[in-house]
C-alpha cells in the first residue's frame, strides 16, 4: 500500500531571486511574506501555498515563485509532470544580468570610436 504525500517543499530560482514554497493540501490558500494573494490568483484551490521570497525585483521573484511552485507540485503529484515540462514551468530560467567589463560602457557596449 504506497502512502500518499501530502505537502512537500521545493525552491525555485530566477535572476537573483529565490522562491522557498511549502505546498500542503488544503482549500487554495496563497500567502507569499505573510500577504494573502486572493486578488492575484482569484481561483479555487486544492492546495495551500507558502512561499517566503527575496532578493531580486518583481519580475525575478514572480519567476522564482513560479518555477518553485511547479517544482513543489511535480513532487507530490509526479503524473503532472509531463504537463508542467510541456509548459516550460520545470525549466529554470538561467538568464541573468551580464557583469560589466572594464574599458567599455557595459557588458557588450563599448567606448565609441572615433578614427580621426
Do not use: C
Not at 525575478?60 to 507540485?73: C, F, N, P
Not at 503529484?77 to 515540462?85: F, M, S, V, Y
Not at 567589463?101 to 572615433?114: E, I, L, M, N, T
Amino acid at each position: 500500500m504506497t502512502e500518499v504525500q501530502t505537502s512537500t517543499a521545493a525552491t525555485g530560482r530566477r535572476k537573483t531571486s529565490v522562491a522557498r514554497v511549502r505546498v500542503k493540501l488544503g482549500v487554495g490558500t496563497i500567502i507569499v511574506n505573510g500577504r494573502p494573494l486572493e486578488e492575484y490568483f482569484p481561483r479555487e484551490g486544492q492546495y495551500d501555498i507558502i512561499a517566503s521570497i527575496k532578493g531580486g525585483g518583481v519580475s525575478g521573484q514572480a519567476g522564482a515563485l513560479r518555477h518553485s511552485i511547479a517544482r513543489a507540485l511535480e513532487k507530490l503529484d509526479p503524473a503532472q509532470r509531463p504537463a508542467l515540462k510541456k509548459a516550460g514551468f520545470l525549466t529554470r530560467d538561467a538568464r541573468k544580468i551580464e557583469r560589466k567589463k572594464y574599458g567599455q560602457r557595459g557588458a557588450r557596449a563599448r567606448f565609441q570610436f572615433s578614427k580621426r
